[in-house]
């Protein structure tokens, strides 16, 4: 992957006079979404501020597709953020938000017309428009800030704790424009510490506590870098009790036990390679009937619980 | 070829590269977002009455006195200026700039919502200009009207033919016009002023009253230090000179020609500085 084609932190810190916001943070990500995932205070608006260029960096250098935010008519036309502030300048209706936005572009009357009425849409506020926003709900609020990030058509969309305040059926439709936006090329960066949610959208995850990046990559990857904890498996059969019995042969497996309806087994095992072949071999050496394989701590919970413990203290 | 030359060379060009239009268009669409913003929010009605006060107590009396008694040109003529200098320029323009200029920035932050222009792709210079314009439009639509308006109502008590003798033959229209100018550029000297205080005060009420405090004693200060001010420029160009009071260090007015453009040039400087301070900010509003 190309810097060109990247947001690239280069040992970026940054602290609010003696406090730390986020430290030493070398970190590529790459086009897909990309979430960050810790709990409050934690670092992740810092680093979304940083990348977006409201704060500089005390220290290190962030660029997006080899720009900086100091060159912002460059610069700012690849970024839309979504930030968390539910506040909006008073007065305004939701279509006189996004159309003064955009027309800080500096696009013509026409295009500055389509693109507002095409943001609103995808967001599916075209019938309140016309509204005040101090009217809205939490849930259209929500919908306009992300009408005005992604107006502009940008290439970079950073989203902090996007889903806040949306209703499930918006969360499906926001959680499926996301993964559009990112089919079609565009960077996403995420900020929720919703871990489920993060688990539906992401390709990567960045894990953060205390300020510092404890992990990044994809999910899997990064659970199975972690070889203290060794990964949890549940096979469903017909006869759990055999490969229960059989599985001990291996010395990667620690635990090995009946779930509790009986209708399948769990595997605690160090090495998941291994494991998949001598499960396969137990299945065909004694016919089993396999419903099901599924690893039960792959999940971004899990990982963050193994890595800076449940409450962003290291395990 | 000297250094100076090659400076010139340089700068040159890079005057002629620079987007001269999309930075005007940008300006342009910052100050129609202000303005917007401005008449939607209630900003604007504190200065509204500041700005209409003299001319609602002038059209009062036009209505309530019968009988203003016999025309006295320069007493009207002081009265008028004593009620400019003392209550428009020192309080209403005063209060009006600081109630609006002061907010261009920090109310954005205050109100959590300065991070929608610092996303755009628009130099901070430019952001800051346009606000500047939207806050000038603003007061300037209010206070030099008001003020112009208040200087006709002021002789209307006496009648057309006085009206007549005053303003078509006399130095009505030059006074009025000058009164309105000098609104103008308390407006812009002052809102200049507020609009720095906004950026680099967490509560620019405080050094507000102490450039209040400033500009009030300024009549009892050396005649050097009454010039580090902005009153003292605009006192010296208006129509009639108020009279010296107890205990005011006398100074000589400064010329209309060095004034007007002092004026203006201690306004673009402290914009600059507005401008180089606007570039280093940054938005955290949970600290502010």
Known sequence: ?315 | MSRQETASKGLSPLIKSAPWGLWFRQTMAVTRFETRKSFAGRRWIAAFLLAGGPLFLLTMRLFLDDDPGTFDGSTEGLIFATMFQSYILRMAIFFGCVGIFTQLFRGEVLEKTLHYYLLAPVRREIIMTGKYLAGLLNVAVLFVPATMLSYLVMYMPYGSRVMENHFVNGVGIPHMLTYGGVAFLACAGYGAVFLLMGIIARNPLVPAMLVLGWESLNIFLPATLQKISVIHYLQSITPVPLPFGPLEVITEPTSPWVSVPGLLIMTLAVLMLAAYKMRRAEVSYSTD
Not at chain 1, 204 to 228: F, K, L, P, T, W
Request: hydrophobic residues 40%.
């Open chain 1, 1 to 315: 992957m190309s810097a060109e084609n990247a947001i690239v932190f280069s040992n970026v810190s940054k602290f609010y006079g003696e406090v730390l916001g986020v430290n030493k943070i070398n970190l590529t990500i790459p086009p897909g979404v990309t979430s960050l995932v810790g709990p409050n205070g934690s670092g992740k608006t810092t680093l979304m501020n940083v990348l977006t260029g409201l704060l500089q960096p005390s220290k290190g250098w962030v660029r997006v597709h080899g720009l900086s935010p100091a060159e912002p008519e460059e610069f700012y036309p690849l970024i839309g953020y979504c930030t968390q502030f539910d506040t909006f300048p008073k007065g305004l209706t939701g279509y006189a938000l996004v159309h003064s936005l955009v027309t800080l572009h500096g696009k013509g009357r026409t295009d500055t017309e389509s693109i507002t009425w095409e943001a609103i849409g995808k967001v599916g506020l075209t019938d309140a428009a016309h509204r005040r926003i101090a009217g809205y709900s939490k849930g259209m609020r929500q919908r306009i800030k992300l009408a005005t990030a992604i107006a502009h058509r940008p290439s970079v969309l950073v989203l902090d704790e996007p889903l806040n305040g949306l209703d499930p059926m918006a969360r499906t439709e926001f959680i499926e424009l996301f993964q559009q936006l990112a089919a079609d090329g565009l960077h996403v960066v995420v900020s929720s510490h919703i871990l489920h949610e993060v688990d539906m959208i992401s390709d990567q995850v960045v894990m953060m506590s205390h300020g510092y990046v404890v992990a990044e990559g994809e999910i899997q990857g990064v659970r199975s870098e972690i070889d203290e904890h060794p990964i949890t498996i549940l096979v469903r059969c017909d006869r759990p009790t055999i490969i229960a019995s059989r599985v001990f042969a291996d010395p990667n497996v620690v635990e090995a036990r009946i779930s509790d309806d009986g209708r399948g087994v769990i595997v605690k095992t160090r090495n998941v390679d291994e494991f998949y072949s001598l499960l396969n071999a137990i299945v065909l050496e004694e016919a089993l009937n396999v419903e099901g394989v599924a690893t039960t701590d792959e999940d971004i919970h899990s990982v963050y619980n193994y890595l800076v413990g449940p409450n962003g203290q290291p395990t």
